[in-house]
Protein backbone atom coordinates (compact mmCIF):
# COMPACT_ATOMS: atom_id res chain seq x y z
CA UNK A 1 0.00 0.00 0.00
CA UNK A 2 1.58 3.48 -1.29
CA UNK A 3 -0.03 6.73 1.02
CA UNK A 4 1.35 10.02 0.74
CA UNK A 5 0.62 13.43 2.16
CA UNK A 6 0.52 16.85 0.29
CA UNK A 7 -0.28 20.27 0.81
CA UNK A 8 -1.31 21.63 -2.31
CA UNK A 9 -1.72 25.61 -1.02
CA UNK A 10 -5.12 25.64 -2.62
CA UNK A 11 -6.57 23.12 -4.95
CA UNK A 12 -8.69 25.13 -7.05
CA UNK A 13 -5.48 26.24 -8.52
CA UNK A 14 -3.72 22.82 -7.85
CA UNK A 15 -6.29 20.29 -8.97
CA UNK A 16 -4.72 19.39 -12.64
CA UNK A 17 -1.74 18.96 -10.98
CA UNK A 18 -2.76 16.69 -8.56
CA UNK A 19 -5.10 14.82 -11.11
CA UNK A 20 -1.65 14.09 -12.91
CA UNK A 21 0.55 13.03 -10.08
CA UNK A 22 -2.31 10.81 -8.66
CA UNK A 23 -2.50 9.13 -12.20
CA UNK A 24 1.14 8.90 -12.06
CA UNK A 25 1.79 8.13 -8.54
CA UNK A 26 -0.80 5.75 -7.93
CA UNK A 27 -0.99 5.95 -4.36
CA UNK A 28 -3.41 3.90 -2.67
CA UNK A 29 -4.46 7.02 -0.39
CA UNK A 30 -3.22 10.77 -0.04
CA UNK A 31 -4.17 13.55 2.84
CA UNK A 32 -4.26 16.87 1.37
CA UNK A 33 -3.41 20.18 3.35
CA UNK A 34 -4.76 24.09 2.57
CA UNK A 35 -7.25 23.09 0.08
CA UNK A 36 -8.56 26.49 1.05
CA UNK A 37 -11.91 25.39 -0.43
CA UNK A 38 -15.47 25.52 1.40
CA UNK A 39 -17.46 22.19 0.92
CA UNK A 40 -19.54 23.01 -1.80
CA UNK A 41 -16.58 23.61 -4.06
CA UNK A 42 -14.30 20.88 -3.52
CA UNK A 43 -14.10 19.14 -6.81
CA UNK A 44 -15.70 15.35 -5.86
CA UNK A 45 -17.14 15.05 -9.31
CA UNK A 46 -13.29 15.64 -10.90
CA UNK A 47 -11.86 13.55 -8.58
CA UNK A 48 -14.71 10.54 -9.03
CA UNK A 49 -13.99 11.14 -13.10
CA UNK A 50 -10.57 10.17 -12.83
CA UNK A 51 -11.33 7.06 -10.44
CA UNK A 52 -10.72 8.29 -6.92
CA UNK A 53 -13.25 8.95 -3.89
CA UNK A 54 -12.62 11.55 -1.60
CA UNK A 55 -13.55 12.46 1.88
CA UNK A 56 -13.35 16.59 2.51
CA UNK A 57 -13.35 19.48 5.28
CA UNK A 58 -13.44 22.72 3.85
CA UNK A 59 -13.07 26.36 5.11
CA UNK A 60 -13.26 29.35 3.34
CA UNK A 61 -9.74 31.22 2.12
CA UNK A 62 -7.98 29.16 4.17
CA UNK A 63 -6.92 25.74 5.70
CA UNK A 64 -8.75 23.05 4.00
CA UNK A 65 -8.27 18.87 4.25
CA UNK A 66 -9.05 15.95 2.30
CA UNK A 67 -8.38 12.56 2.25
CA UNK A 68 -8.50 10.87 -1.16
CA UNK A 69 -8.54 7.29 -1.79
CA UNK A 70 -9.40 4.42 -4.04
CA UNK A 71 -11.34 2.51 -1.71
CA UNK A 72 -14.30 3.93 0.55
CA UNK A 73 -13.07 5.45 3.37
CA UNK A 74 -15.05 4.22 6.76
CA UNK A 75 -14.99 5.75 10.19
CA UNK A 76 -14.22 9.32 9.22
CA UNK A 77 -13.33 12.01 11.96
CA UNK A 78 -13.00 15.46 11.22
CA UNK A 79 -10.91 17.81 13.45
CA UNK A 80 -9.82 16.35 16.95
CA UNK A 81 -12.94 15.36 18.74
CA UNK A 82 -13.45 17.28 22.20
CA UNK A 83 -11.10 20.34 21.13
CA UNK A 84 -13.16 23.70 19.80
CA UNK A 85 -11.52 24.65 16.75
CA UNK A 86 -13.18 26.59 13.91
CA UNK A 87 -10.43 25.92 11.46
CA UNK A 88 -10.25 22.45 9.40
CA UNK A 89 -6.93 21.04 10.19
CA UNK A 90 -7.81 17.28 10.58
CA UNK A 91 -9.10 14.48 8.51
CA UNK A 92 -9.07 10.96 9.71
CA UNK A 93 -10.61 7.68 8.08
CA UNK A 94 -10.45 3.88 7.95
CA UNK A 95 -9.16 2.15 4.78
CA UNK A 96 -9.48 -1.88 4.51
CA UNK A 97 -5.86 -3.51 4.07
CA UNK A 98 -5.17 -7.66 3.99
CA UNK A 99 -3.21 -6.73 6.68
CA UNK A 100 -6.40 -5.41 8.89
CA UNK A 101 -8.00 -2.08 8.59
CA UNK A 102 -5.46 1.09 8.42
CA UNK A 103 -6.42 3.89 10.00
CA UNK A 104 -5.04 7.03 8.27
CA UNK A 105 -5.26 10.62 10.12
CA UNK A 106 -3.97 13.74 8.10
CA UNK A 107 -3.00 16.81 9.61
CA UNK A 108 -2.56 20.70 9.15
CA UNK A 109 -0.90 21.45 11.88
CA UNK A 110 -1.10 25.55 12.57
CA UNK A 111 1.81 27.25 11.53
CA UNK A 112 2.29 29.15 14.81
CA UNK A 113 3.46 32.15 13.17
CA UNK A 114 6.20 33.79 15.70
CA UNK A 115 7.07 32.26 19.21
CA UNK A 116 5.77 34.92 20.98
CA UNK A 117 2.80 35.10 19.78
CA UNK A 118 -1.54 34.06 20.53
CA UNK A 119 -1.11 32.09 17.63
CA UNK A 120 2.09 30.50 18.69
CA UNK A 121 -0.15 29.40 22.15
CA UNK A 122 -2.70 28.00 19.52
CA UNK A 123 -0.03 26.13 18.58
CA UNK A 124 0.97 24.08 21.69
CA UNK A 125 -2.90 24.08 22.50
CA UNK A 126 -3.24 22.08 19.20
CA UNK A 127 -0.58 19.93 19.86
CA UNK A 128 -1.40 18.87 23.37
CA UNK A 129 -5.19 18.22 22.19
CA UNK A 130 -4.00 15.99 19.20
CA UNK A 131 -1.21 14.25 21.21
CA UNK A 132 -4.05 13.21 23.79
CA UNK A 133 -6.50 12.43 20.89
CA UNK A 134 -4.23 10.13 19.40
CA UNK A 135 -3.32 7.99 22.37
CA UNK A 136 -7.37 6.80 22.65
CA UNK A 137 -6.78 6.51 18.48
CA UNK A 138 -4.11 4.56 18.70
CA UNK A 139 -5.42 1.99 21.44
CA UNK A 140 -8.26 1.68 18.94
CA UNK A 141 -6.34 1.01 15.93
CA UNK A 142 -2.87 -0.23 16.32
CA UNK A 143 -2.24 -0.13 12.47
CA UNK A 144 -2.16 3.60 12.35
CA UNK A 145 -0.65 6.40 9.87
CA UNK A 146 -0.21 10.22 10.65
CA UNK A 147 0.66 12.57 8.02
CA UNK A 148 0.78 15.49 6.97
CA UNK A 149 2.12 19.40 7.06
CA UNK A 150 3.12 19.56 10.76
CA UNK A 151 4.89 22.75 10.20
CA UNK A 152 7.45 21.26 12.49
CA UNK A 153 11.23 20.93 11.66
CA UNK A 154 12.36 18.03 13.96
CA UNK A 155 15.74 17.83 13.98
CA UNK A 156 18.49 20.50 12.88
CA UNK A 157 19.28 18.39 9.97
CA UNK A 158 15.80 19.38 8.59
CA UNK A 159 16.92 22.95 8.43
CA UNK A 160 18.50 24.54 5.49
CA UNK A 161 20.25 27.05 7.87
CA UNK A 162 19.85 25.89 11.55
CA UNK A 163 21.70 28.75 12.92
CA UNK A 164 19.58 31.26 11.29
CA UNK A 165 16.52 29.30 12.14
CA UNK A 166 17.09 28.53 15.74
CA UNK A 167 14.39 29.33 17.64
CA UNK A 168 12.28 30.59 14.70
CA UNK A 169 9.15 29.47 14.57
CA UNK A 170 9.27 25.81 12.67
CA UNK A 171 12.27 24.90 14.97
CA UNK A 172 11.57 26.04 18.97
CA UNK A 173 11.94 23.66 21.64
CA UNK A 174 8.37 23.49 22.52
CA UNK A 175 7.30 22.76 18.76
CA UNK A 176 10.34 19.89 18.74
CA UNK A 177 9.47 18.60 21.81
CA UNK A 178 6.01 18.26 21.16
CA UNK A 179 7.02 16.40 17.93
CA UNK A 180 9.01 14.10 20.04
CA UNK A 181 6.22 13.63 22.23
CA UNK A 182 3.91 11.90 19.35
CA UNK A 183 6.89 10.02 18.76
CA UNK A 184 6.56 8.90 22.23
CA UNK A 185 3.17 7.53 21.83
CA UNK A 186 4.20 5.03 19.62
CA UNK A 187 4.97 6.34 16.07
CA UNK A 188 8.06 6.07 14.11
CA UNK A 189 9.12 8.99 11.41
CA UNK A 190 9.03 6.88 8.42
CA UNK A 191 11.86 8.96 6.26
CA UNK A 192 14.45 8.39 8.92
CA UNK A 193 13.73 4.48 8.59
CA UNK A 194 16.18 5.10 5.70
CA UNK A 195 19.28 6.78 4.47
CA UNK A 196 18.72 10.14 3.08
CA UNK A 197 20.67 12.51 0.72
CA UNK A 198 21.51 15.43 2.99
CA UNK A 199 19.75 18.37 2.33
CA UNK A 200 16.47 16.89 1.82
CA UNK A 201 13.69 19.12 2.38
CA UNK A 202 9.04 19.30 1.69
CA UNK A 203 9.04 22.63 1.59
CA UNK A 204 10.82 25.78 -0.06
CA UNK A 205 9.58 29.09 -0.15
CA UNK A 206 8.44 31.04 -2.80
CA UNK A 207 10.87 33.92 -2.91
CA UNK A 208 14.54 34.34 -3.13
CA UNK A 209 14.79 31.68 -5.14
CA UNK A 210 14.29 29.51 -2.79
CA UNK A 211 13.93 25.69 -4.50
CA UNK A 212 16.72 26.55 -7.02
CA UNK A 213 19.35 27.10 -4.28
CA UNK A 214 17.37 23.75 -2.32
CA UNK A 215 16.90 25.90 0.52
CA UNK A 216 13.91 24.40 2.31
CA UNK A 217 12.40 22.72 5.31
CA UNK A 218 11.46 19.49 6.20
CA UNK A 219 8.56 19.84 7.64
CA UNK A 220 5.48 17.67 6.18
CA UNK A 221 5.71 14.34 7.46
CA UNK A 222 4.69 10.95 7.99
CA UNK A 223 4.94 8.84 11.38
CA UNK A 224 3.66 4.77 11.38
CA UNK A 225 2.50 2.86 14.66
CA UNK A 226 4.74 0.33 15.76
CA UNK A 227 2.36 -2.39 14.46
CA UNK A 228 3.25 -1.06 10.66
CA UNK A 229 6.79 0.01 11.47
CA UNK A 230 8.51 -3.38 10.20
CA UNK A 231 5.98 -3.38 7.29
CA UNK A 232 7.58 0.33 5.93
CA UNK A 233 9.92 -0.96 2.69
CA UNK A 234 10.27 2.74 1.71
CA UNK A 235 9.69 6.52 2.42
CA UNK A 236 10.67 9.32 -0.39
CA UNK A 237 10.06 13.47 -1.14
CA UNK A 238 8.80 13.77 -4.71
CA UNK A 239 10.25 16.84 -5.54
CA UNK A 240 8.89 16.55 -9.28
CA UNK A 241 5.43 18.96 -8.82
CA UNK A 242 7.64 21.44 -6.96
CA UNK A 243 8.72 21.77 -10.53
CA UNK A 244 5.53 22.86 -12.28
CA UNK A 245 4.57 26.17 -13.42
CA UNK A 246 2.81 27.37 -10.46
CA UNK A 247 3.75 24.46 -7.88
CA UNK A 248 2.89 24.54 -4.45
CA UNK A 249 5.63 25.42 -1.99
CA UNK A 250 5.74 21.97 -0.62
CA UNK A 251 6.70 18.72 -2.21
CA UNK A 252 4.38 15.25 -1.68
CA UNK A 253 5.62 12.44 0.80
CA UNK A 254 5.16 8.92 0.12
CA UNK A 255 5.66 5.90 1.77
CA UNK A 256 5.37 2.29 0.90
CA UNK A 257 3.72 -0.11 3.25
CA UNK A 258 3.66 -4.19 3.17
CA UNK A 259 0.49 -5.75 3.74
Known amino acids: ?89 VIAGTLPNPGGPLRVIGVYIPNGQAPDSDKFVYKKRWLAALIAWLRTELRQHPRLVLMGDFNIAPEDRDVFDPVAWAGQIHCTPEERQAFQDLLGLGLVDAFRLFEQAPRSWSWWDYRNLAFRKNQGLRIDHILVSTALHAGVSSCTIDKAPRRNERPSDHAPVVVSLEP
Open 1 to 89: MKLATWNVNSLGVRLPQLIDWLAQAQPDAVVLQETKLTDDRFPVEALAEAGWQAAWFGQKTYNGVALITRQPTLDVVKNIPGLEDDQAR
